[in-house]
């Protein structure tokens, strides 16, 4: 008789953290209404109902596609918020234009805040070869429109060979303020430490939902590609690990 199968932490994960929530897709929970109790659902809360968005799994891996004349924006939202913690999700996308995938957090809180944090785990663009994105967004203002965060480096170069269409772990710790010190997030690529920045106070207030996402577009603008095949974005796992 077999024993337990033990699931071991992630390189970027302190000691004595613990898994507490882990999805491999072998069957997908999932609301394209977003009606019902689920562990997925489409859309984000400022954007949702696209019912025509191409959601799906197969053989384990969920995969967010797109087709000429469909919308722009594919996402998937967790259920469940978390406040601090190690994220990560193993995936791969695309190599072709408009491929715009992204890993991301977002407050539960979000809507009706007068501010909000987000946490951009990965980004990419097709037409930055070599380069993938990790960010902390501080929304502020009317409509959430301005990013009050002072830019700092985001971007992460890519190592000689590294293909976007493999599969990689893109992954971050979030860690809290204390002490009058600033919250950090520690971005991490393949269990190795990349990027790090500093967050502002909003985020020790606030809980934070899962978001993968297919965009269409480049240069940060949505807009359909001139190519006629379809795109995607596949995801194989995303595990979240906690304090205790």
Known sequence: MSGPTIIAPPAGCPAGYRLKFKDDFNVFDYSADRSGVHAWYEGVWFNAGNPQTDVSVRNSVLTLGWRPGMPLEVDVTSLVSW???????????????????????????????????????????????????????????PGLSTDARAKVNNTVPLAPGFRVDNWHRY??????????????????????????????????????????????????????????????????????????
């Open 171 to 244: 992954g971050v710790l979030w860690t809290p303020g204390a002490a009058g010190a600033a919250g950090k997030a520690q971005f991490y690529l393949d269990g190795v430490a990349t990027i790090s920045a500093s967050l502002p106070a909003v985020y020790d207030t606030q809980d934070y939902l899962l978001v993968l996402t297919l965009t269409v577009g480049d240069n940060w603008v949505d807009s359909e590609p001139p190519v006629s095949e379809p795109l995607g974005v596949y995801v194989d796992s995303v595990e979240v690990w906690q304090a205790g």
């Open 83 to 141: 406040r601090y913690g190690y994220f990560e999700a193993r995936m791969r996308w695309d190599d072709r234009p408009g491929v715009w995938p992204a890993f991301w957090l977002i407050p539960l809180q979000g809507d009706g805040s007068a501010e909000n944090g987000e946490i951009d785990v990965v980004e990419a663009q097709y037409s930055a070869q070599g380069v993938i994105y990790s960010t902390i967004h501080d929304w502020t203002g």
